[in-house]
């Protein structure tokens, strides 16, 4: 090994022939001279290419070939903060995946900067444990209705579902939606009472509810021979009967692999079927490109392979080779040579396949069929900001580059519908208000400049032509002496009142078939009439006849005159007129909305007007400027609050309300034109 060349590295060995007897040493081992017979062990060869064996050849194995294992694919499902990801980490710590002096932030798989900041999950996230020789590959997903779509789409690459159920809240909206679709496609959940610790906890409670849930969504007699588990995700412990004792998850690890049956495509793994995967989430790398995800139902796939990509009508869209195959290991992805059909992979390569398409191999022509996700409800129009601050604060405001984004995201996002309108405007449809503030919110930290309008629904036509609206289901706790004004405000709302039971503890629950556009909004009323006590849910329930006519917004609005910066002392006077919405100093132009007035009609006002000196003594003092603080508007509170002749413009820096003409006397045209 002389001229700096180093020692050749270790390789591995597989035989192609199947004789294995006789015995024998590596070709070249070291202390051997015998160079006939078969391999005693894998050490290393002078070439480091081959082994001559009894009855065959040796070559060198592909580096980093997977150990074949015992898999199940699985996907945590439940309502939004009952624990689902918290429920993963401890999974994570006790499987190994993660080593004891090794750092791991809480929920650490909401890596997403908005899903820490407001606690949720909304992207749904892959990740695999090993156990006793099983690997479990585990789906942490969404809780929000609005972001069903990621659930739908992640049930078809799983064959069974840990439906989680907090023991005091007990089963919610959400958990009725993800269990509805998880029983549709004959998966058999392991139903898991989490939060057991709390004080107070109802586990008998909690069960009979989750036992008439199941008789009402229709499940078969396999699916109703559910195993329960009572858990406390944050401690780390699940138990089969409460009286057990309460050390570790191993229960739970124990159930997935008995109750979740091993991957049917692991059937047709191997070169000698065809590959087929369908993909599922589509995520962009800023090394490896565009990533897809999925579950390769038939053969296999190597890197390096020619694939093809089929649409879902069975046309060609594109053919090219795989540059990396991700493997889901703990928190990691992991580069693998080779992975088999039932396993869950993540494929770089490909510049133009997306969600719902079929990789596959060349002489495959038929795609796999996708399962149809849920229409959208609700739409807004996003357009250019074309206010006098525009490019000041973003760097991106050009309709080009917006609509560009908006298509990137309906690609990777199977729930919104992205709509050109035309001069700049763009109508992007979605589950709920959640999902487009998201979007939206997103696209504000990376730059973007945007005018959006109020959201509105999207209504169908019937059979007999009539006009079909979307109704959700609306599940409210409540303390006991607010439930006569909830039931008030959502009955002007047009409403309907299903349930009313107590649930202990001095609160009520209501359940309302209410119209999704007399929703809109309601929040932050019902936040201010239950003084921050209550707790709102909804769920799509079904589209039905048009429910007529809805009161608006009852206040009108105080709009500048003028441009410039907010004057402390003008801003005192016009404290009188409502409640504002602007501190001094910020920056103001003619049009803009800078409070709430306190009646009915708009008003125009002028927020510049500074204090005029002179120079005549007086014997009275000034006095002293104390404004009442302003609390300010989160981007869903913006976008729910304006009516259909106001915007809202976004900015990285600011959330500005405004009309939409900004113009006094364009105004009352408009207002005259739709009279």
Request: charge should be negative; hydrophobic fraction near 40%; include cysteine.
């Amino acid at each position: 090994m002389g001229g700096g060349r180093g020692r050749a590295a270790p390789a591995q060995f597989v035989k192609e022939s199947l004789d294995f007897s006789g015995p024998g040493r590596v070709w070249g081992a070291p202390g051997s001279n015998d160079r006939k017979g078969g391999i005693e062990d894998a050490g290393r060869s002078r070439a480091g290419l081959f082994a001559v064996a009894k009855g065959g050849v040796y070559k060198r194995a592909l580096p980093n070939a997977p150990v074949p294992m015992d898999i199940r694919n699985i996907a945590i499902i439940a309502h939004v903060d009952h624990g689902k990801t918290t429920l993963v980490d401890q999974l994570l710590k006790q499987s190994g995946s993660v080593r004891d002096n090794q750092h791991m932030d809480e929920r650490a798989m909401d890596s997403n900067d908005l899903e820490r900041e407001r606690g949720i999950t909304i992207l749904a996230k892959c990740t695999s444990v090993e156990w006793e020789g099983h690997r479990i590959n585990i789906v942490d997903t969404p809780g929000h209705a609005d972001f069903g779509g990621e659930v739908e789409r992640i049930l078809s690459m799983v064959d069974g579902v840990v439906l989680l159920v907090d023991a005091a809240e007990s089963v919610m909206p959400q958990t009725k939606f993800v269990l509805s679709k998880a029983l549709k496609l004959g998966l058999k959940p392991i139903v898991v009472i989490n939060k057991i610790d709390r004080q107070d906890a109802q586990p008998e409670e909690t069960l009979e509810s989750i036992y008439d849930l199941f008789l009402a969504l229709e499940a078969n007699d396999y699916q109703l021979d559910f195993h329960v588990l009572y858990a406390s995700g944050r401690n780390g412990w699940a138990v089969a009967d409460l009286k057990d004792d309460r050390k570790d998850l191993s229960p739970l690890f124990a159930r997935i692999v008995a109750d979740i049956p091993t991957p049917k495509a692991a059937e047709k793994a191997g070169d000698a079927f065809p590959f087929t995967m369908l993909v599922t989430t589509l995520e962009a790398d800023p090394y490896l490109g565009r990533i897809l995800t999925g579950r390769i139902e038939t053969g296999a796939i190597n890197v390096n392979r020619v694939i093809k990509a089929l649409g879902a009508d069975g046309k060609e869209i594109e053919r090219t080779r795989v540059t990396k195959l991700l493997a889901f290991r703990g928190l990691a992805r992991v580069p693998v040579s080779r992975v088999e059909a039932g396993d869950l992979v993540a494929i770089a390569g490909l510049p133009q396949a997306t969600v719902a398409d079929t990789l596959c191999d060349v002489n495959v022509e038929e795609p796999i069929a996708a399962i149809p996700i849920d229409p959208p409800t609700l739409a807004i129009t996003l357009a250019v900001n074309d206010s006098p601050l525009a490019g000041r604060e973003g760097d991106k405001v050009q309709s080009r580059v917006i609509r560009d984004r908006l298509l990137r995201e309906a690609e990777g996002n199977v729930a919104i519908k992205v709509h050109e309108t035309g001069e700049g405007a763009y109508e992007v449809s979605g589950r709920g208000e959640l999902q487009l503030g998201v979007l939206i919110e997103q696209m504000r930290r990376e730059g973007f400049e945007l005018s959006i309008s109020r959201p509105r629904v999207i209504f169908q036509t019937g059979e007999n032509g009539e006009r079909l609206e979307p109704i959700e289901e609306v599940t409210i706790d409540v303390d006991d002496p607010y439930a006569g004004v909830v039931i008030e405000k959502i009955s002007l709302r047009k409403g309907e009142l299903q349930d009313m039971r107590p649930t202990g503890a001095g609160k009520t629950r209501l359940v309302f078939f209410a119209p999704s556009r007399g929703l809109i909004g309601y929040h932050g009323e019902f936040l201010t009439d239950t003084r921050g006590t209550g707790v709102i849910n909804r769920m799509f329930h079904s589209y039905a006849p048009y429910k007529g006519t809805l009161e608006g917004r009852r206040e009108g609005v105080l709009v500048a005159t003028g441009d410039g910066e907010a004057v402390a002392y003008a801003l005192w006077y016009l404290e009188e007129r409502g409640k504002l919405f602007v501190t001094p100093g910020t920056k103001i132009y003619q049009g803009m909305i800078i409070g709430e007035h306190s009646r009915d009609n708009d008003l125009d006002v002028n927020p510049l007007k500074a204090k005029q000196l002179t120079n005549i003594r007086t014997t009275s003092k000034d006095e002293a400027v104390k404004l009442t603080p302003v609390t300010p508007m989160t981007l869903e509170q913006a976008i729910a609050y304006i009516e259909d002749d106001e915007l809202v413009e976004v900015t990285p820096q600011s959330i500005r309300l405004r009309k939409r003409a900004l113009l006094p006397h364009l105004r009352k045209r408009a207002k005259a034109d739709a009279e």
